[in-house]
Structures are given as structure tokens and as C-alpha cells.
């Protein structure tokens, strides 16, 4: 169709009609539009445009609904897309209360389906919480044990976040589990032990009273003493990875489409396999599902072994070839919590280690005109993170906040609202989508 001959009121009420922004001039829209289509043509299909086509170039009855209704998800899609906080605030956030309510409701219907289990559950945590009121000797064993557990639990909690995230991953290496490594790190080679008195610890590290002479503090040496977190968080980044795969897994055993984005994607390089890609990153996609889908066990370590943000991808092709759970599960976990996390712990020791810091600030002050200026806070930082470990727990007091902590705090605060607003937005989409699929089925049972 050529959209030059419309008018421009006309172009933006088609953009509207399909989802997309209005804005430009009139050979913007145009151009909106006609990529759109290009779009279109192009929509991911269980049966390829070339099935479509016959013989004698006529389409059949059949395909041509399935087109048509392979359209009306994309429409559906890019509607549901444009329902964000920053485009529609009010019917996002009655659309996330709603997705709440629903989840509720949800979930209260499956626990009374499963009465005997609840019940079950609630006399076992009845009698554990009566256990850990009654005093005893077994309260110092029950504190220890609850202490190490919520520990745990605290950590596979980021892991799960920061692979799942409901729509955007939380980057809680960065925030959380770096962090800790780095300041176990600062706090090793300045105590000259990893000894530290616990309780605080992990709370808060100070260094421990007596330090046996001749004490060599080496990287081993603290990243044995961060290896249980880190395996935690690496264990629950696996976990996070399990979705994908169940829900390609269930798409190919059932036939039915999933009508999600991630395996809409992966059936488009299913269809697209033969053709050359020239471009990077689609190369580099279709690189990981290769290996995933020829080397099996080996592929799927390989892929969780180094940091891979295409590894979701690696996910979607397990379950949709059906590879076996504990194949998939047992190589994700392997290359992540263990592999994978020792490699970042090794480059954060490495990168925190007393004379590398040292040197770094150094280099720091070097920078022309502003070196100087730089160098100072990140000097007064260090001094005062020493100062931290060589108190008596509950007795320092803080000296005023300087600019670097200011910044990393602010950069979290940025980071976990953008993660909430995001949370926000995909729960919002998700009752969008249970609209449209009550509305499709209206329209077909008519």
C-alpha cells in the first residue's frame, strides 16, 4: 500500500491503531508504517511464508487464518508493549493491581485444592515455631542453623532476580554479591586474616583481636571465604534460567504457541537457519543455540560458564529439543555456580587486592588537571573503610558521607526503581494479555 497518498491525521491514526508512537513528520510515519508491514510479512510462524504459498501462487483457506491470526498477536503485542508507567500511568498501574488480585486469587485457589498439603505444612511449621519459643540447648543450634539458612536463602533470592527479574533482570552482582566480595577483599589484606569475629559477621567485618605473626593473606584464601555466597547466588541465577526452558519445553510437547517474544524469536532462527546473517549479534545467537542443540551436556556448561547474556536463548533450545531436565539443570548449575563464580570472584580479589587498589589510586592522581581532585575521595574512602575494621562492634560512629558512597547509593536507589517500575510494567502487560485472550476467544466461539 502506499502510504504517501494518505493524509497525515490519517498515518497517525494507523500508527495509534497498531500501537506505535505518532510522532514525526510525514515521511517518518510513512516509513513507521511500511516497516510495520515489512514486520508483518515477517512474523514468526510455526508454518513458513513459503508453506503458505502454493502452487499456483494462491494461498489456502487454512494458512491464511493461521497468518491472520499470527497478525493479530503482533498487533497484540505491540499494543500490550506501549502499556508502561512513562506512556499510560493511571491504566498501567489499575492493570497491575488488577494482575495482583488476579495472582491472589489464583494462588488461594490452588492451596484450597490442595487442603491436605496446606494442612500438612501448617501443623510442620506450628511445631517448628513451638520448638524455637520452648528455651533450651537447642536454641544455640537452632540460631546457628537459622542464621546460615536465611543467609542462603538471601543470596539464591538475588541469583533468581538477577537472571528472572519478571521482564528486566536486577544486576545484583554488581550491587550485592561484588560489593561483598570486594569489601571481604579490603578487609582480609588489612586484618591479614579471614577470621572474622561472627557474630557480626557477615553483618559487619572488623578484624579479629589476635592475628597469629607471620600471617600471609593470599586470593585463595578469600575466595574460600566468600565461596558460600557466591555459590548461593550462582545457584539461584540457575533456577532463574529454569522458565524459558519449561516454557518451551510445554510449547513443543502441547503444540500450542506460547506467544511469548523470547520463543517467537527462536522459531523466527529456526525458520531463518539456512540463510546467512551478517549481523553480529544474530550470528552470535545462532553460535549458542548451535552448540546448545550438537554438543548437548558439554554445550550447555560451556555456554553457563562464561558470563552469556544470550543464555536464555540456551534455555529456549533445551526445552523446545527436549533435552532431559537434569541434563539442562545439572550443566546450568555446574558452569554458573561454580565455574562461572569462581571466575568472578577470582578477577573482583584480584581487582581489590591490597596493592592493586593501591596502584589503581595511584593512577588515579596521574590524570591530568583532575587527578588530584579525584584521587583525594577515593583516599578518604579507603581510610575510613579501615578505620570500619578496627572498632569494637557498635562503637563507631560515622564521619559524614563521602561523594563515592553518595554516588553508589544513588546508583542503586536508580537501579532498584528502574527494576520495580519494570515489575510494574510486565505485570501490567500480563493482564493486558489475559484481556485479549478472553477477547479472541469471544470473537472465535461467535
Not at 146 to 174: D, M, P, Q
Not at 379 to 392: T, V
Request: some cysteine; overall charge positive; charged content about 20%.
Amino acid at each position: 500500500m502506499d502510504y504517501s497518498k494518505l493524509k497525515v491525521s490519517e498515518l497517525r491514526q494507523r500508527l495509534r491503531d497498531r500501537g506505535l508512537t505518532t510522532k514525526g513528520i510525514k515521511s517518518e510515519l510513512v516509513s513507521k508504517l511500511v516497516k510495520a508491514d515489512k514486520m508483518y510479512q515477517q512474523t514468526n510462524t510455526k508454518v513458513s511464508l513459503k508453506q503458505l504459498i502454493t502452487a499456483n501462487g494462491s494461498t489456502r483457506p487454512e494458512h491464511k487464518h493461521l497468518l491472520s491470526d499470527r497478525r493479530e498477536r503482533e498487533l497484540q503485542r505491540q499494543e500490550r508493549a506501549s502499556l508502561t508507567l512513562w506512556r499510560k500511568p493511571l491504566l498501567t498501574t489499575y492493570y497491575f493491581w488488577l494482575e495482583i488480585c488476579v495472582i491472589i486469587v489464583g494462588w488461594g485457589h490452588r492451596l484450597w485444592l490442595n487442603k491436605k498439603k496446606v494442612s500438612f505444612g501448617l501443623s510442620v511449621f506450628l511445631l517448628l515455631s513451638i520448638i524455637c519459643v520452648l528455651d533450651g540447648p537447642h536454641q544455640e543450634y537452632l540460631n546457628s542453623t537459622w542464621a546460615k539458612l536465611s543467609w542462603c536463602v538471601y543470596w539464591i533470592g538475588l541469583g533468581i532476580l538477577s537472571s528472572v527479574g519478571l521482564g528486566t533482570g536486577l544486576h545484583t552482582f554488581l550491587l550485592y554479591l561484588g560489593p561483598h566480595i570486594a569489601a571481604v577483599t579490603l578487609a582480609s589484606f588489612e586484618c591479614q586474616s579471614v577470621d572474622f569475629p561472627q557474630p557480626p559477621y557477615p553483618d559487619e567485618i572488623i578484624c579479629p583481636k589476635e592475628v597469629p605473626e607471620g600471617a600471609v593473606i593470599t586470593i585463595w584464601n578469600v575466595i574460600s571465604k566468600v565461596r558460600l555466597e557466591a555459590f548461593m547466588w550462582g545457584a539461584g541465577t540457575a533456577l532463574g534460567e529454569l522458565p524459558p526452558y519449561f516454557m518451551a519445553k510445554a510449547a513443543r510437547l502441547t503444540g500450542e504457541d506460547p506467544d511469548n517474544e523470547d520463543y517467537a524469536e527462536f522459531e523466527s532462527f529456526m525458520e531463518n537457519s539456512g540463510e546467512k546473517q551478517k549481523d553480529f549479534v544474530t550470528r552470535l545467537k545462532f553460535a549458542v543455540q548451535n552448540l546448545v542443540q550438537r554438543v548437548g551436556f558439554i554445550g550447555i556448561l560451556a555456554c553457563a560458564s562464561i558470563p552469556n547474556p544470550l543464555f536464555d536463548l540456551a534455555g529456549i533450545t533445551c526445552g523446545h529439543f527436549l533435552v532431559p531436565f537434569w541434563t539442562f539443570f545439572g550443566a546450568t548449575i555446574i558452569g554458573k555456580a561454580v565455574i562461572k563464580m569462581h571466575i568472578q570472584k577470582f578477577f573482583v580479589v584480584l581487582v581489590f587486592s591490597e596493592h592493586h587498589v593501591e596502584t589503581l589510586v595511584n593512577i588515579v592522581g596521574t590524570i591530568p588537571k583532575v587527578g588530584a581532585m579525584v584521587q583525594l575521595p577515593f583516599k578518604e574512602y579507603l581510610e575510613g573503610q579501615k578505620a570500619k575494621l578496627h572498632h569494637k562492634p557498635g562503637t563507631y560512629s560515622k564521619q559524614g558521607t563521602n561523594w563515592l558512597s553518595w554516588i553508589f547509593e544513588k546508583v542503586i536507589i536508580v537501579m532498584v526503581m528502574y527494576f520495580v517500575i519494570s515489575i510494574i510494567n510486565s505485570m501490567a502487560q500480563s493482564y493486558a494479555k489475559r484481556l485479549q485472550g478472553e477477547q479472541s476467544k469471544k470473537y472465535r466461539d461467535k
